[in-house]
């Protein structure tokens, strides 16, 4: 009966023309934030309209959709993407500032690099592409950032080697409390949804998640688990994760399928399945008990 901490992710790189429903705006993410808290979510995820922007601009625009949610659910558990930037703290100086406004309790941790895309004219790896990187000492400096201002990690593991780093961190005991480790699968059509058969990591299926438990035996991290470039729920994911203790991430960020949900409708569901398993959802202050994160 332990109840699921839900994280909605409400947009990421998901544009209006591939769904109408996401929201880019601050005035959108205030409203489409609200609405998810009010349906079960414990946290919500955003990335900013704007991008390329300094840290100091970067904080106020994050702020102008955070403000509204925070004058009515103080307890809301809000938290923003990696920045821009030729250095580690250049990309992540919006943190401190968020931080600093009493905006921010959860951190962002990405432990390693990637290549994230789609697919070219011939179905090959390519056409958009984008090289995700992060090198231990960029890692490093979050983990001492995050530890400094004394925020949660929510822990990014978008393939195997990003797990066995974060598990190096929690060995040495230097992992700040109140972390939450997500398994990211990947999807038909990848994180930018865009094309078929290129996508990161590990598929969506009981064997990839029972490799990923078997690395955290023994660990005690909480864990949860999204599909980026498919769907949680219908891969079947989310009932295997919810049956084995974890918890679950949903929202527009990573939905790929044939139908245009919204946010909304995809916390509803997920909250649906939730109590179908008999784990019903965690507010944000059950959240902040469950991970332990500092107050």
């Known amino acids: 009966m332990t109840p699921v901490i839900l994280e909605v992710a409400i947009n990421g790189v998901t544009q209006k023309s591939r769904n109408p429903h996401v929201p880019r705006t601050p005035e959108e993410i205030a409203r489409c934030a609200l609405a998810c808290l009010a349906g079960g979510a414990a946290i919500v995820h955003n990335h900013l309209d704007e991008y390329a922007l300094d840290g100091a601009t970067a904080a106020e625009r994050y702020l102008a959709g955070w403000r509204p949610v925070l004058a009515e659910r103080p307890d809301a558990l809000l938290y923003p993407t990696i920045g821009f930037g030729e250095s580690m703290r250049e990309r ?54 995050c530890a400094r201002l004394r925020l949660a990690p929510t822990i990014s593991i978008f393939e195997p080697g990003f797990l066995r780093t974060a598990l190096a961190y929690h060995r040495a005991g230097r992992l700040p409390a109140g972390a939450l480790v997500k398994l990211y699968f990947g999807g038909d ?69 044939p139908r245009s949900p919204s946010n909304e409708e995809l916390v509803a569901e997920a909250v649906a399945l939730c109590r179908a398993v008999g784990r019903p959802p965690a507010t944000p202050t059950e959240a902040v008990a469950m991970l332990a994160i500092p107050t």
Do not use: C, K
Not at 201 to 218: F, N, V
């Open 92 to 145: 992540y100086a919006h943190v401190p500032a968020l931080a600093e406004a009493g905006a921010l309790r959860l951190g962002l941790l990405d432990p390693g690099s990637l290549n994230l895309g789609g697919t070219d004219a011939d179905g090959l790896p390519g056409g958009f592409e984008f090289v995700y990187t992060n090198t231990f000492a960029d890692i490093r400096y979050v983990v001492d950032t």
């Open 189 to 257: 059509t990848g994180y930018v949804g865009n094309g078929s058969g290129v996508s990161f990591g590990l598929p969506p299926t009981r064997t990839s998640l029972q490799a990923y438990l078997e690395m955290l035996e023994g660990s005690g991290l909480p864990w949860a688990v999204a599909v980026l470039g498919g769907d949680v729920i219908e891969s079947g994911m989310a009932r295997l994760a919810l049956e084995r203790g974890g918890h679950l991430r949903v929202g527009l960020e990573d939905y790929a399928g």
